[in-house]
Every structure is written in structure tokens, then in C-alpha cells.
């Protein structure tokens, strides 16, 4: 296919000039009372000889109103799937309930066999705008009897990003993160993952910052094949991070919430 037929392909509903709300449901009250109208006409006009000539018009009529009616009616529902509060309950959705579940199905055989992990998001004291932390992301805290970790989700309509804080001795530990897990997000890389390792101090704390970042082509808060394939992705990711620290020795827990820098 080409760039000229994927430019002028199906109706999308980026696409659709909106119309204010009281308008759209005139316009399809009208459009409806319209389309009822003309194919009852049309119906009583078949039976009287008087007035056959004016069945296919009328015809016409109701069939140009229902086609009206239903773009329209695509129309009010496409602002519900673009309208921010829209896309920010679908945020919502995203961090709150699927990426909880996909974590969720996290195993760490060498910590405990045929048992998966508990997860629990960290949410903000009361008082604090928003429940979580950093504007668009989310803490979460990962344990299986005595291994436990916490990592930050964000997702921001198109931009995915995780990080996860290790705590090291010294700054020259960052090298050795980033080789202990190379296959970890050399794996990331090929769906367009691209990762830093910055070590930093917290309140006193040595650490070293792992940020992944993916920008998507499309949106995801709108496509569920998208959502269920970024959720799994990441809890494959940091699954994957989890088992590697368990053998190579590496503290995932840090007193710091894991978060932008």
C-alpha cells in the first residue's frame, strides 16, 4: 500500500471536526426525525396510486438522512475516545489495572518455584495533588518473600518509560550495571527501547538510575492490541531485571522512590 492510500484510508476519528454537544444531538434528532419521516411517506405512498412517482425520492430522503444520522452518531462517539478526560481515565486504566496485572504474572524461580510475585502500587500521602507520583507515572512496589523491589512506570499517550533504581557503592558501579544487564535491554532495544544508567545520590544514598524509554508510532491509551502488548513488554522487561539482580547480587530496593531525576 501506499503513503497516498494510507493517507486516504478509512475515516479516523482524528480526523472528525467536532461539534458542540448540544449541536450534534440537534443535528441527529433532526436527522432521525427526517429518515423516520420519509420512509413512512414512502411506505404509504407505495400503496396509493396517486403518489407512487414520489416513493423513490422519498426513498432517497430517508436513506441520505440515515447516513446522516450515522456519521454524526460516529462523531459523538469519537470525542469520548480522544477527549482528554477520555485518554486520562484510560491512563488510569493503564497504570492502575493492566500493568498491575501483568506484573503480577512475574515468576522468580531461583526466590521461589510455581509461585508469582505480589504487586503493590505506592501511592501518595493525603493532601498531595494526584495519587501518584511524578505527573504521569506510577511507583510499584515487587516482592516474593524476602526480594522485594520497586520501579516506576510512565506513560505519557504515545511515550512509555520505566526506571528502575540500584544501589550501588560508588560511581563506578554504573559500568558494572549497565553490563550486568546488557541482554536485558540490548532486548529492549529492538522495539525501540533506548536505556541510560546515571548514578546520582539521594539523601545520601548511592544509587544508579536504569530509565527506558520507547516512543510509539501510535497511541496506545486507544488501542487495546497495543495496551496488551506494551504491559506484557514491560513486565517481561523487568522480570527479566528482577532475575538477573537475584544472580548477580544487585539491591532493586533503594529508601528513594524510583522517579525522574
Known amino acids: ?14 480526523q472528525v471536526i467536532f461539534l458542540p454537544l448540544w449541536a450534534r444531538w440537534a443535528v441527529m ?9 420519509a420512509t413512512a411517506c414512502g411506505f ?6 396517486e403518489w407512487r412517482d414520489t416513493v423513490v425520492p422519498a426513498l432517497s430522503i430517508a436513506q441520505t438522512a440515515a447516513g446522516g444520522f450515522a456519521i454524526i452518531l460516529f462523531v459523538l462517539f469519537a470525542e469520548k475516545q480522544l477527549s482528554t478526560p477520555r485518554l486520562m481515565q484510560k491512563t488510569d486504566d493503564f497504570l492502575d489495572r493492566h500493568l498491575v496485572e501483568s506484573l503480577s504474572r512475574i515468576e522468580l524461580p531461583a526466590i521461589a518455584k510455581d509461585k508469582t510475585v505480589q504487586v503493590k502500587q505506592i501511592t501518595r500521602l493525603p493532601g498531595i495533588y494526584g495519587h501518584r507520583k511524578d505527573i504521569y507515572g506510577a511507583n510499584y512496589e515487587i516482592s516474593l518473600l524476602d526480594f522485594k523491589m520497586r520501579m ?6 504515545r511515550r512509555l518509560s520505566t526506571i528502575y533504581f540500584v544501589k550501588v557503592d560508588a560511581p563506578e558501579d554504573a559500568h558494572r550495571v549497565r553490563e550486568v544487564f546488557k541482554f536485558t535491554f540490548g532486548g529492549a532495544e529492538k522495539v525501540g527501547y533506548h536505556t541510560t544508567f546515571e548514578y546520582t545520590e539521594i539523601d545520601g544514598e ?27 513488554d514491560i513486565a517481561m522487561m523487568t522480570q527479566s531485571v528482577a532475575r538477573t539482580a537475584v544472580r548477580q547480587q544487585l539491591a532493586l530496593l533503594t529508601r528513594a522512590e524510583p522517579g525522574p531525576l
Open 152 to 157: 516506576w512506570v510512565g506513560i505519557n499517550v
Open 44 to 49: 404509504v405512498f407505495l400503496f396509493a396510486k
Open 29 to 37: 434528532g433532526v436527522l432521525g426525525l427526517l429518515a423516520l419521516t
Open 1 to 14: 500500500m501506499g503513503e497516498s492510500e494510507q493517507k486516504h484510508g478509512y475515516l479516523s476519528a482524528s
Open 206 to 232: 548511592r544509587i544508579v538510575s536504569v530509565w527506558s524509554t520507547v516512543q510509539t508510532e501510535q497511541g496506545i491509551l486507544g488501542n487495546s492490541a497495543e495496551q496488551l502488548f506494551w504491559v506484557q
